[in-house]
Each structure stands twice: as structure tokens, then as C-alpha cells.
T-cell receptor, first 114, second 113 residues
């Protein structure tokens, strides 16, 4: 069974631009969560989607948004990029949601904002 | 909101030494608890989990953790570490009040051969 796939693996953007990251969950998994990982802040929850609905949202500004499609694939968008958005963005999928089934993580997308 | 604390940020051990990594959380209700591990250059993966039942849970690669509800703790242990255990370890908690998995700051373990 294929794991969680995130594309692209690396991105370099400049301040003010926007970016879209993609995540394909494990087949059959209906929940997709997004995390931002930085050396200073660790792993911070961005949002979780389940059956195309956002179930939870972390403490991030509205520039961070996401969506989930009917095939459970998910995208995350960051608009008006800031230098502080440079991070590893991790996607994780689970069968029915993080509260009942463990998360399976992808390798992440490393975003660098210059 | 819940929070998770991992008190040891960096741990250096020699092979065959015993390991205990601390994890404490703040939430008074029902919790599910996890330890994840991130080996160098690899993605995060589940080490073990506690949902209910026996508070002593065993995971992969000889790791175990004990849930002590009165202490709000879920410490990770391994009797004898190997060089291949060098990694970053994350404790995580999810409560019955929400669906947000909260991670601790992580502990970097280096095992010297």
C-alpha cells in the first residue's frame, strides 16, 4: 500500500507570492491533517479535513487555507508569503480521524521563502 | 487547550544504556496518547499508542511507554538502546474535546556506538 505522498518535495518562493501544496493520503483514509514543522516551534497543527469538511483549525492566520477533494486528496494554500512561513509542511492521513486512528505522515514539502 | 511538554530536548547515550524520555500533558479529561519517531532523513512514524486498557503499552523496536493518569505523564522507555535508535522522538496527545493532535517539542536522541 502506497504511503502518504506530498508534492512538491521542495519549493522556493519570494515574499508576497502564494503557494499550493498537495497531499495524497493512503488509499481508504478519509482524514487528512496538515502540520507546520520548524526548529523553533516544533510541530504545529494547521487543520484537519474529513470527508471534504474542515473539522479543526489551528492557530494560524487566514493566509493559510486548505481543502479536501472527494477522493480525499488535499491541498494547502498559503497566500502573501512571509519569511516566517519557511518550514517543513507535513501532511498526515488517518482512517477515521486522529482521535481514533494513528496518523501516517508524508515526507513533507520544504518551503523556503526568500 | 491541551499542551504537551517534553523536558529533555537533547539526550546523548551510549549503546546498551537504558532510556527514559519524559512526556507530560495538561488536560483533565480523557486522552489518547502517542509517541512518534523521526529517524534522520525519514518521515514521522508511529512508535506506540495508548487509547485505553493496560497503561503499559509496548511498541515497535523494543520501546514501551507507561501512562500514569495521576501524573499526567506518558514516558517512553527502552531498556537497552542501539545506535540505530538515534532519532527525534515526539510525544503527542489528543483529547476527547477535540480532534487536534498536539505534539510536544521533541527530544533529539543520539546514541554513541
Amino acid at each position: 500500500k502506497a504511503g502518504v505522498t506530498q508534492t512538491p518535495r521542495y519549493l522556493i518562493k519570494t515574499r508576497g507570492q502564494q503557494v499550493t501544496l498537495s497531499c495524497s493520503p493512503i488509499s481508504g483514509h478519509r482524514s487528512v491533517s496538515w502540520y507546520q514543522q520548524t526548529p523553533g516551534q516544533g510541530l504545529q497543527f494547521l487543520f484537519e479535513y474529513f470527508s471534504e469538511t474542515q473539522r479543526n483549525k489551528g492557530n494560524f492566520p487566514g493566509r493559510f487555507s486548505g481543502r479536501q477533494f472527494s477522493n480525499s486528496r488535499s491541498e494547502m494554500n498559503v497566500s502573501t508569503l512571509e519569511l516566517g512561513d519557511s518550514a517543513l509542511y507535513l501532511c498526515a492521513s488517518s482512517l477515521v480521524g486522529a482521535e481514533n486512528s494513528p496518523l501516517h505522515f508524508g515526507n513533507g514539502t520544504r518551503l523556503t521563502v526568500t | 487547550a491541551q499542551s504537551v511538554s517534553q523536558h529533555n530536548h537533547h539526550v546523548i547515550l551510549s549503546e546498551a544504556a537504558s532510556l527514559e524520555l519524559g512526556c507530560n500533558y495538561s488536560y483533565g479529561g480523557t486522552v489518547n496518547l502517542f509517541w512518534y519517531v523521526q529517524y534522520p532523513g525519514q518521515h514521522l512514524q508511529l512508535l506506540l499508542k495508548y487509547f485505553s486498557g493496560d497503561p503499559l503499552v509496548k511498541g515497535i523496536k523494543g520501546f514501551e511507554a507507561e501512562f500514569i493518569k495521576s501524573k499526567f505523564s506518558f514516558n517512553l522507555r527502552k531498556p537497552s538502546v542501539q545506535w540505530s535508535d538515534t532519532a527525534e522522538y515526539f510525544c503527542a496527545v489528543i483529547t476527547n474535546a477535540g480532534n487536534m493532535l498536539t505534539f510536544g517539542g521533541g527530544t533529539r536522541l543520539m546514541v554513541k556506538p
